[in-house]
């Protein structure tokens, strides 16, 4: 079982910044990779950028590539998303989840969730 709290979300005027922490209680932080979401009022949720166990491999949708960053510290259990150049199309809530494979893209195979974050982008 892992549990995760995303903390870091507000409001920021577009071209601003935001930096997504997700803390997650569980002392095998390593057996997972991790992955942030987000989903809009009346959109799916659907995945921003996913980070494998040990770091090395990242992936991002075309439309945050460049600007938001992933990233991880295993020693303190935490994931990140570092988020620049907001655009009011990013506004949404941002949850972390967590895959017990080594990596993944795959919103199916992330099985535990945190409560989300709500970024909101104004223009």
């Known amino acids: 079982q892992v549990q995760l709290v995303e903390s870091g979300g507000g409001l920021v005027q577009a071209g601003g910044s935001l930096r997504l922490s997700c803390a997650a209680s569980t002392r095998t932080f390593t057996n997972y990779a991790m992955g942030w979401f987000r989903q809009a009022p009346g959109k799916e949720r659907e995945i921003v950028a996913a980070i494998s166990r040990g770091g090395g491999i990242t992936w991002y949708r075309d439309s945050v590539k460049g600007r938001f960053t992933i990233s991880r510290d295993n020693a303190k259990n935490t994931v990140y998303l570092q988020m620049n150049s907001l655009k009011p199309e990013d506004t949404a809530v941002y949850y972390c989840?967590?895959?017990?494979?080594?990596?993944?893209?795959?919103?199916?195979?992330?099985?535990?969730w945190g409560q989300g974050t709500q970024v909101t982008v104004s223009s």
């Open positions: 989840a967590a895959s017990g494979q080594y990596y993944s893209v795959n919103i199916g195979s992330y099985a535990y």
